[in-house]
Antibody, heavy 118, light 112 residues
Framework: EVQLVESGGGLIQPGGSLRLSCAASGFTVSSNYMSWVRQAPGKGLEWVSVIYSGGSTYYADSVKGRFTISRDNSKNTLSLQMNSLRAEDTAVYYC????????????WGQGTLVAVSS | QSALTQPASVSGSPGQSITISCTGTSSDAGRYNLVSWYQQHPGKAPKLMIYEVTKRPSGVSNRFSGSKSGNTASLTISGLQAEDEADYYCCLYVGSSTFHVVFGGGTKLTVL
């Protein structure tokens, strides 16, 4: 059974850093495209970042230069390093597996809340 | 940046059918067939309902169907049930040399 479990969220001051993790089971992270999608309170979904099975990474313009997606093949986990956090980064962050051929998110974690506030 | 427009809300009575539209511009929705739809209940993670415009993942009821015409993709739910009440989001892959997806603003479905 495919399962994704995020962790690492919390309350952080503006300008601070936070690292999110997503533990995967039932499949191999490194063999798939993996993504982060976020949802601000009461708002819609926003794609944040993706890492290809080959290792290429891409980011939404809103986080480019501040966030870094990576994976740990030995632990079968996905991570998102978030630096220079802003109030507008406040959201529930979901990790999701991506079908690389037809680009849809087939499995999602339960999400972890990041709150950026002083 | 591309944007996908969805109605903020739709409603229907049990047993009825409803359709949620997702409209892009000719430069995105009209060019790509990589449209997917997600259902999200309050406090829960999104769930894939439709991919590649019309395909249903295993386990998703055949009451859910997708279509596309020109710049507009649509999700139709037939035989509405109380548990269908949720938010629905369309999603479109608009990348070319780089990966990029956009989500619609979401539609709140109320089952009366």
């Amino acid at each position: 059974e495919v399962q994704l479990v995020e962790s690492g969220g919390g309350l952080i001051q503006p300008g601070g850093s936070l690292r999110l993790s997503c533990a995967a089971s039932g499949f191999t992270v490194s063999s798939n495209y993996m993504s982060w999608v976020r949802q601000a309170p009461g708002k819609g979904l926003e794609w944040v970042s993706v890492i290809y099975s080959g290792g290429s990474t891409y980011y939404a313009d809103s986080v480019k230069g501040r966030f870094t997606i990576s994976r740990d093949n030995s632990k079968n986990t996905l991570s998102l390093q978030m630096n220079s956090l802003r109030a507008e980064d406040t959201a529930v962050y979901y990790c999701a597996r991506v079908d690389g051929a037809y680009v849809y998110f087939d499995y999602w974690g339960q999400g972890t809340l990041v709150a950026v506030s002083s | 940046q591309s944007a996908l427009t969805q109605p903020a809300s739709v409603s229907g009575s049990p047993g009825q059918s409803i359709t949620i539209s997702c409209t892009g511009t000719s430069s995105d929705a009209g060019r790509y067939n990589l449209v997917s739809w997600y259902q999200q209940h309050p406090g829960k993670a999104p769930k894939l309902m439709i991919y590649e415009v019309t395909k249903r993942p295993s386990g998703v009821s055949n009451r859910f169907s997708g279509s596309k015409s020109g710049n507009t993709a649509s999700l139709t739910i037939s035989g509405l049930q109380a548990e269908d009440e949720a938010d629905y989001y369309c999603c479109l892959y608009v990348g070319s040399s780089t990966f990029h997806v956009v989500f619609g603003g979401g539609t709140k479905l109320t089952v009366l």
